[in-house]
């Protein structure tokens, strides 16, 4: 809410099918905060009129390069200055078109000539426009212009046509008009991060687990793409989307998570390219010694015993890793999770120095808003100084980007405040 608050947008809408998707997208920018002025070529107002963009956006309708009721005629020069951002959506074949050759015989393409600041275009129209090579030039321009491209999707088409053309999800416009926006704190640095559950198999019907939703994980993913880290996400089995932008890696088992974290740790080492590694997983710390290669029959007995044993500790393994490669250096720096119930200061303390990391977040399991699961978390911060800060509760999305703020400082910090 607080990043789009007071934010304006220009949205130009281009004459397209998907212009009534655009509704949605002006009112999502709207519900966050900003404020949305809508700018139609005069192709788009045969989809969606004047007055419908006029009543979702709270503001009066732009359409006409030589409307004789404003002053001076000079709205097309105030529209593209006064805009933090330029949201082209649907980004038409024509609309590109005009736009890559400096075209301006109507508002909208006037305003994009006169814009110097940041314009994100999603394009949307029939797959064989998109691919045509008029379009595919005109769109290497305009990247090389610096316009930013978001989409098209791909799928079944309003041509009943399938193949890419679809305009980008509203969310997916949203977030990457976000990123446009955010500074960049951590561009360049690459972080390499865990979240989820872990399965064991005790036979191909059943398994053992925990109740990680992978939600914690996401968050801080989101928070580091935001500002602007490269991320790796290696996950067990969740119900997520990918967070957008993020390379993501599924794993099923404790064992497989390890092989791929360690790989990655590993790769990044050679070309000291890792700058942090967050283990968010609930990582299932034992499974079964055999894994029954059939469904494990009742056979009338009342019950069944299982052997497990013990899974490799990921994070362990790192911090050992690293004191064995850089006894003296923090960096890359790795972040714990402790997940308790009950005495969760003083078991984290004694997590933190076993497991060597340079932060760990703790959450008890059995306070409420805490834990797996739940949009919320509240956590304990514990530092390689040995301080503490606890942390109030807040959205996993608020949690992970002030743990994203925390690990920037560390990683920005000179040798005394920060790693070392
Ligand atoms: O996914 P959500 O539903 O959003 O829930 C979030 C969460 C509760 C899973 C998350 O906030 C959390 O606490 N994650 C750590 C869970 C956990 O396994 O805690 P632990 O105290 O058992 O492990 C301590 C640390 O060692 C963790 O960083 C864990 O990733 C790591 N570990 C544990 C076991 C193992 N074999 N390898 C590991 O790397």
């Not at 969606?48 to 005629?73: C, K, M, N």
């Not at 379009?135 to 193949?163: H, W, Y």
């Not at 509203?170 to 561009?187: F, H, Y």
């Not at 036979?203 to 928070?223: E, F, K, Q």
Request: charged share 20%.
């Amino acid at each position: 809410m607080q990043f789009w608050l007071n934010k304006e947008i220009a949205l130009v809408v281009g004459g397209g099918i998907a212009a009534c998707r655009v509704l949605d997208l002006i009112r999502g920018l709207k519900s966050q905060g900003a404020g949305v002025s809508v700018i139609g070529t005069p192709a788009a107002t045969r989809f969606v009129t004047p007055l419908t963009f006029q009543a979702i956006s709270g503001r009066p309708f732009h359409g006409d390069l030589f409307d004789p009721t404003l002053e001076g005629g000079m709205d097309h020069i105030r529209l593209a200055r006064e805009a933090d951002l330029v949201i082209i959506a649907p980004a038409t074949a024509d609309l590109m078109a005009k736009m890559a050759h400096g075209l301006a015989n109507d508002l909208a393409s006037a305003m994009l000539l006169a814009r110097k600041g940041p314009i994100l275009a999603a394009p949307a129209m029939n797959v064989a426009m998109w691919e045509h090579p008029a379009t595919q030039r005109n769109v290497t321009t305009l990247a090389r212009d610096g316009v930013i491209f978001c989409g098209p999707d791909s799928g079944s088409l309003a041509c009943g046509e399938e193949g890419a053309g679809r305009l980008a999800t509203v969310d997916t416009i949203i977030e990457t008009a976000r990123r446009l926006l955010e500074a960049k704190p951590l561009a360049g640095r690459q972080i390499l991060l865990t979240a989820g559950p872990t399965r064991e198999e005790i036979d191909p019907v059943r398994y053992v687990s925990n109740h990680s939703s992978g939600r914690m994980g996401w968050g801080i993913a989101l928070a580091a793409l935001r500002a602007g880290a490269r991320v790796t996400l290696v996950h067990g089995p969740v119900h997520l989307p990918p967070p957008l932008g993020a390379q993501t890696i599924a794993v099923t088992s404790a064992r497989e998570m390890y092989t791929a974290v360690i790989d990655l740790w590993e790769q990044h080492h050679a070309s000291q390219t890792l700058d942090a590694a967050i283990m968010t997983a609930a990582v299932a710390d034992f499974r079964p010694v055999a894994r029954s290669p059939e469904k494990i029959k009742k056979n009338g007995s009342s019950s069944l015993s299982l052997e497990l044993e013990a899974n490799p500790d990921i994070l362990l393994e790192l911090g050992k890793r690293r004191l064995a490669a850089n006894p003296d250096r923090r960096q890359p720096v790795i972040v714990g999770f402790a997940a308790e119930t009950g005495a969760a200061l003083k078991r984290g303390r004694e997590k933190m120095a076993r497991k060597k990391c340079d932060l760990l977040v703790i959450n008890d399991l059995l306070e409420e808003g805490a834990g797996f699961g739940v949009a919320t978390n509240r956590v304990t911060v514990l530092n390689h100084l040995g301080q503490e800060e606890v942390w109030p509760l807040m959205s996993k999305d608020a949690v992970g980007a002030r743990l994203i703020q925390t690990i920037t400082t560390l990683l920005t910090t000179p040798v005394n405040g920060g790693v070392t």
